[in-house]
């Protein structure tokens, strides 16, 4: 697990999340990861159309889904975006202001879940045992 200061993931909620979820963590991650592109492009959509309810909803799911995971920063986006919504909701004007928060909002969710995915993959080059990998000739070997 990288515990650099990428800003972006906050490994210590990551990992409480993987451990209390066990064996589900990674069908549950699946589902943010599908939950999270249907939010993004509603909420997409939603600024498209000029359409401030339809931001309230997608924006919110992001902000908790997120959140759950250690995906502060995005949290953080997605809540902005869903309280200013509210807010223009109730002075029924639309928030244009919004635009660079929801254009800032897919390449955040991306860089998110490029970093989700290479800690969680089976793949990924592991940290050496006692300060050294095997190499091929000691394999196997006892």
Known sequence: MDNGSDGIVDWGIFARTRSELGPGFVRILG?????????????????????????????????????????????????????????????????????????KLRPLYLQTMELFDKETNPLAQRRPVFGRAAGNQEFGRL
């Not at 909420?43 to 250690?70: C, N, W, Y």
Request: charged share 35%; glycine share 4%.
């Open 31 to 103: 589902y943010f990861r599908e939950d999270g592109e249907k939010s993004i492009a509603k909420i997409e959509d939603a600024m498209h159309r000029r359409d401030a309810a339809a931001l309230v909803v997608p924006s919110h799911t992001l902000k908790s889904e997120a959140r759950q995971f250690g995906a502060e920063p995005l949290g953080e986006l997605a809540e902005e975006i869903e309280f200013t919504a509210r807010r223009s909701l109730e002075a029924r004007m639309f928030p244009d202001d919004l635009i660079p928060q929801v254009a």
